[in-house]
């Protein structure tokens, strides 16, 4: 069985940092491109970034230059290193994995000022 859980989220004032992973089980992570997915309140699903299996990443225009996303294959973790948060990254945050099409739960990320 795919799982892909995730944590890391919070409260968070603007300019502050977090870290994002996402541990991966049920098929072999290390073949797969990865991503994050954010949805705001009211609004629809957000690409932020993507990790391919030879670690070429892409960034949405909206976090470009702020977020990092990475990988380690030997633990199955994807991770997102957010820093400089604005009000409006404010989200529910999921990792995918691209091609097998699965999910995670999601965890709740807010910027507040």
């Known amino acids: 069985e795919v799982q892909l859980v995730e944590s890391g989220g919070g409260l968070v004032q603007p300019g502050g940092s977090l870290r994002l992973s996402c541990v991966a089980s049920?098929?072999?992570?290390?073949?797969?491109?990865m991503s994050w997915v954010r949805q705001a309140p009211g609004k629809g699903l957000e690409l932020v970034s993507v990790?391919?299996?030879?670690?070429?990443?892409i960034y949405g225009d909206s976090v470009q230059g702020r977020f990092t996303i990475s990988r380690d294959n030997a633990k199955n973790t994807l991770y997102l290193q957010m820093n400089n948060l604005k009000p409006n990254d404010t989200a529910v945050y999921y990792c995918?994995?691209?091609?097998?099409?699965?999910w995670g739960q999601g965890t709740q990320v807010t910027v507040y000022s």
């Open positions: 995918a994995s691209c091609g097998i099409g699965s």
């Open positions: 049920g098929f072999t992570f290390s073949n797969y491109a």
């Open positions: 990790i391919n299996n030879v670690y070429v990443t």
